[in-house]
């Protein structure tokens, strides 16, 4: 009977889009399915059972959905297309970004798809989802699918313990002054400008209340909690707005204040508090961002230029002599051997390739064997928000609702 | 008293040379030319018409005391009667008294012939040409060496070889990685696909030569390779009628270990060429080289050996007789190799001292 009805609602929202309605305002704002949907009756009652509540307290306790889905077809569309649809149109993801990953395995043609959406579109990046998929790929192909999924959602929750939840760190909006848009372009100057400036993180946080705490307690509490992207050896400076009073504060750390000085502050404070004042809370946190950038940047060159012109030129020239004496070396080292190479010539042979008879090999067996496969991944240095996949074909893709997913595809 | 072989001149009775340029063989004295092939019908017919002798005559003087003549060979000339005295691997020379080619007949009798001998193709001249070639463009030749340094000696020699035709049955394991790389907006990726490749065959080799005379250096021979064993005829002591000739004093037994070597290193590059470029990286991890079938063919290979002597030391060169591939290592001179090392130290020095700067100065 559960069943009968998942497959009812999932048929009809799935036609929703080939209605062409895929307005995203018309999306569920609530899951309207569980975390597990198994039309294909891979998994018993009983398992289907445990495996959902596990599904259920990954999902809850690490503020992202965990979802497996085995339906009995993909109704004419590719594995990518299905999984990022359905998710969108049975309202998964958690919080106002929808985060989450779904895992779509389809027996008809044994296709497989995660689909990632929201924040765990970065925390789920292309090397973590492939060593997730090499977990349970192989015992999909021996059948082992109770196995399969639960290694599935032990890996999605591993990632999700060690996930490095950015997006909280430089803007964090509880008092909802921007809309989604407005927030991804905050987001981006803060985090952008940030790494430029390379000494300090700029950060927005905006109460609804500050409950009877100060703008420093607030805001240093956060400081201290260890999880900023650039960690306890980078400064920080807080623009803190609390909506209900009206008010903006411009907060330092400790090392911050040397160059965030009681003036410079005041200024920030005033710039934002005016434009807020407009009801322009974008334009006042990106001034924030662009205006805190400018100072940190003064500071970096009043503290590095005068070190450089005052010792560069006599460090730097013995710097060339010893760089040229060394190319020196190495180009003599080189000349001279061949030239004392030019009289030797007596040397003895190492192969026999000159009496090799032409076209006698025969190859008896030739047998290349695939034996594992493995992604390792590195931070680049110029980190931006905007790239896609990258020239691989497991990047973002959308869903047919507009929604940028990521996720891989796949036959088991 | 060993028999010694004279090629004489049907028409004028004079000893006849092996020409390498004409490939034939020549009087000397009366310019005459013959074929290899007809001069040995000519001579195998004189020698059933004539009445043999009992024996070459006995030599003069006093004799030998014993044990004198260990490891030396003597001979008589059968031209003037001369003796000419050898060690015990000589098998072709002049005679030092009339100076007609000798060849010693007992050198290639039984097991000791020859199956096959490469024919001299380039000539003395050729050798010192290729001499003075060799000292060209030498920068840390010394340079009185060139004016000091006269060749005490050019011999044509035939160097015995064992030349070696090898079937081979080979299986190699080898691990191989393909790599690719992508990034997104936050990572770099590069991912690593592991392989284990094996492959299988058979292949021929023909002609692996392995010097076969202890006298000759073994990296001098090699140095000398490859020889165009195509060109190769069936052995004739026509052929060694004015070179000098030894016979093998090591085993084809003993030669294996060498051939083997060289066979092997070339079978792995063989089955490791059947690997397609695809693979980032390729490491052979076990390898099994297995001789189905192998032949050892006696074979006598043309080289100009030459000798000079310079500051009391000996220096050796030596020229492949059909190719002309000269080698021979020679004296450096001490002074000009610290000249190169202090003169282009410091001007590439200061030539990089002064490139950084000027591209400093434009940055």
């Known amino acids: ?412 | 008293m060993s028999e010694l072989l004279e090629y004489k001149c049907p028409c004028c009775g004079a000893g006849l040379t092996f020409s390498s340029a004409l490939q034939k063989m020549k009087c000397e004295y009366c310019d005459s030319e013959f074929d290899v092939e007809t001069l040995k019908a000519y001579d195998d017919a004189l020698k059933k018409a004539e009445k043999k002798d009992p024996e070459v005559s006995a030599p003069t003087g006093s004799d030998w005391e014993p044990g004198e003549q260990d490891g030396m060979r003597i001979y008589s000339c059968e031209s003037c009667g001369g003796e000419v005295i050898g060690d015990e691997t000589l098998a072709a020379s002049a005679c030092p008294f009339c100076g007609n080619p000798v060849i010693m007949k007992a050198q290639f009798a039984g097991d000791l012939r020859p199956d096959v001998v490469v024919p001299f193709k380039l000539d003395k001249e050729a050798a010192k040409k290729g001499f003075e070639k060799h000292l060209l463009g030498k920068r840390l030749l010394p340079k009185v060496f060139r004016s000091q340094a006269h060749i005490d000696e050019i011999k044509g020699v035939y160097v015995p070889f064992w030349l070696f035709d090898a079937d081979v049955d080979a299986t190699v394991q080898y691990h191989a990685t393909q790599t690719r790389s992508w990034s997104d907006s936050r990572n770099n990726y590069v991912e690593t696909t592991e392989y284990s490749l094996l492959r299988s065959g058979t292949m021929q080799f023909s002609g692996i030569p392995v010097d076969g005379s202890k006298k000759m250096d073994d990296a001098l021979m090699e140095s000398l390779e490859p020889f165009d064993l195509s060109e190769a005829v069936s052995f004739q002591t026509a052929y060694l009628s004015g070179y000098f000739a030894d016979r093998y004093d090591v085993s084809a037994e003993e030669s294996i270990p060498r051939a083997n070597a060289r066979l092997r290193i070339s079978t792995e590059s063989a089955l490791h060429s059947t690997i397609p470029n695809t693979y980032s990286t390729v490491t052979p991890k076990s390898a099994r080289v297995k001789t189905v079938d192998s032949r050892a063919r006696y074979g006598l290979l043309p080289v100009w050996l030459m000798n000079t002597t310079w500051n009391g030391k000996s220096y050796r060169f030596a020229m492949n007789g059909q190719t002309g591939k000269f080698i021979g290592d020679l004296p450096m001179d001490k002074g000009a190799y610290a000249r190169w090392w202090v003169l282009l130290g410091i001007g590439v020095t200061v030539a990089a001292y002064a490139l950084m700067t000027a591209c400093s100065a434009l940055i």
């Open chain 1, 1 to 412: 009977m559960k069943k009968g009805f998942s497959l009812l609602l999932a048929l009809l929202l799935l036609a929703v889009p080939m209605l062409g309605i895929a307005d995203i305002s018309e999306l569920p704002t609530e899951r309207l399915m569980p975390l597990l949907v198994d039309e294909g009756n891979l998994l018993t009652d009983e398992e289907e059972i445990a495996f959902l509540a596990e599904l259920e307290r990954i999902s809850s306790e690490q503020k992202c959905d965990v979802a497996v889905v085995i339906p009995r077809t993909l109704g004419g569309k590719s594995a990518t297309a299905f999984a990022d649809d359905y998710y969108d149109l049975n309202g998964y993801g958690y919080g106002s970004t929808k985060d989450g990953i779904l895992l779509m395995v389809c027996m008809e043609e044994r296709d497989y798809a995660t689909s990632t959406a929201g924040a765990a579109q970065d925390w789920f990046d292309d090397a973590t989802l492939y060593n997730i998929e090499n977990a349970f790929v192989p015992l999909l192909s021996e059948g082992k699918y109770l196995e399969a999924f639960e290694t599935f959602a032990t890996r999605c929750e591993r990632v999700l313990n060690n996930v490095d939840r950015r997006e909280v760190l430089y803007l964090d909006d509880a008092a909802g002054f921007l809309n989604e848009t407005d927030r991804n372009v905050v987001l981006r100057t803060l985090e952008s400008n940030s790494h430029v400036a390379g000494i300090c993180d700029i950060v927005v946080l905006t109460v609804p209340s500050l409950g009877g705490q100060s703008a420093s307690e607030y805001a240093s509490g956060l400081f201290s909690s260890g999880v900023y992207r650039h960690g306890s050896g980078y400064d920080k400076v807080a623009l803190v707005v609390d909506r209900d009073a009206g008010m903006c504060y411009c907060v330092t750390d400790s090392t911050a204040n040397r160059y965030f000085t009681a003036d410079n502050c005041a200024s920030l404070e005033q710039d934002a508090a005016t434009m807020l004042s407009n009801g322009d809370a974008a334009g006042a946190f990106r001034q924030f961002a662009s205006s805190a950038y400018r100072i940190i940047s003064a500071f970096n060159g009043q503290n590095g230029s005068p070190t450089v012109e005052r010792h560069g030129v006599q460090i730097f020239s013995f710097f060339r002599f010893v760089i040229a004496a060394f190319v020196g070396l190495i180009v003599t080292l080189n000349v001279t051997n061949a030239l004392k190479n030019q009289l030797k010539s007596v040397k003895t042979q190492s192969e026999a390739a000159n009496y090799f008879v032409q076209n006698s090999l025969h190859l008896t067996e030739s047998q290349d064997l695939y034996l594992a496969r493995h992604v390792t991944s590195t931070p680049r240095v110029t980190e931006t928000r905007s790239g896609g996949g990258g020239g691989h074909s497991g990047g973002s893709h959308f869903s047919s609702s507009g929604i940028s997913h990521g996720g891989h595809s796949g036959k088991f």
